[in-house]
């Protein structure tokens, strides 16, 4: 909540500076999982595309956030025996691409633009009792948006999950083997 806290200050300010050097989003992805607690490790389930490119140059720090981020929100909003999905492959072009998928409350069309807006939360979020001040995914926008990539959240209604998916540009194959 804190580091949430202190990136949501950072974004608004305009200060949300990220230290890049080469690192691997599959990396990243299956560090953030493994220092989950037990009960919620079990409940993610990451799926890898194989032999795929996803080094860019971003700052693994924020990334965890992120990464934390949205798989605290899927599990938070998701009923207790349902599993979180978590895809890590390409993208379009030179990306690489995160998709964060439950199967939980859901949101109405109108809703989806609204959740990127800073203290913004559901109605369906506040009524079900999980914590929450609304900067969760305000903070992960300004994440992606410091790493040059695209947040994008959908949802097919109430009770019908949502899915967050992540983009962001990857390095040139050459330069990442090179860094290795």
């Avoid at 009792?129 to 900067?135: C, E, V």
Wanted: aromatic share 4%.
């Amino acid at each position: 909540m804190i580091d949430t806290l202190s990136d949501a200050s950072r974004v608004a300010m305009g200060a949300l500076d990220a230290d890049p050097e080469p690192v691997s989003l599959d990396h990243v992805v299956r560090d953030t999982v493994a220092s989950l607690g037990p009960e919620a490790r079990d409940r993610v389930r990451v799926t890898v595309v194989p032999g795929a490119h996803l080094i860019g140059l971003w700052d693994a720090s924020l990334l965890r956030r992120l990464v934390a981020n949205l798989i605290g929100n899927a599990l938070k909003y998701s009923p207790a025996e349902q599993l979180v999905q978590v895809e890590v492959g390409p993208g379009e072009g030179p990306t690489a691409r995160l998709a964060v998928r439950d199967q939980g409350i859901g949101m109405a069309p109108d809703e989806l633009d609204r959740v990127f807006e800073r203290f913004a939360r559901t109605d369906r979020a506040r009524q079900s009792g999980a914590a929450g001040l609304g900067l969760g995914l305000y903070a992960c926008r300004g994440i992606v948006s410091a790493h040059g990539g695209t947040i994008v959240v959908t949802s097919e209604g109430y009770d019908r999950g949502t899915a967050v998916t992540v983009t962001l540009p990857t390095m040139d194959e050459e330069l990442a083997g090179a860094d290795e």
